[in-house]
């Protein structure tokens, strides 16, 4: 099982990024995928959550408006865009996988975001 996410780097406030995590080694289409961020000293943040349908997302409150979620399927990738960057969205970003059935959960490596004022 792997989740490997890509896309982080540098950024200006203001700028945008986007997050990709692609998944191998298990049904991908049936689990919740997740975007969690971690700052030093910080607890792990929920940052948005897709259902497996695709369709039915949540976000914090801190990225509702500029953050969106999305899936394909059929390359097994989340990708998470990020717009309107603030330095506070500066993070390691990690892609989580969940399966609501067998509650098996699967974590990336993370990617780090910087947003510079």
């Known amino acids: 099982v792997q989740l490997v996410e890509s896309g982080g780097g540098l950024v200006q406030s203001g700028g945008s990024l986007r997050l990709s995590c692609v998944a191998s080694g298990f049904t991908f289409s049936n689990y919740v995928m997740s975007w969690f961020r971690r700052t030093p000293g910080k607890e792990r943040e929920l940052v948005a959550v897709?259902?497996?349908?695709?369709?039915?997302?949540n976000y914090a409150d801190s990225v509702k408006g500029r953050f969106t979620i999305s899936r394909d399927n059929a390359k097994n990738t989340v990708f998470l865009q990020m717009t309107s960057l603030k330095p506070e969205d500066t993070a390691v970003y990690y892609c989580r996988a969940y399966s609501i059935t067998s509650f098996l959960t699967y974590w990336g490596q993370g990617t780090q975001v910087t947003v510079s004022s």
């Open positions: 897709l259902m497996p349908d695709g369709g039915t997302t």
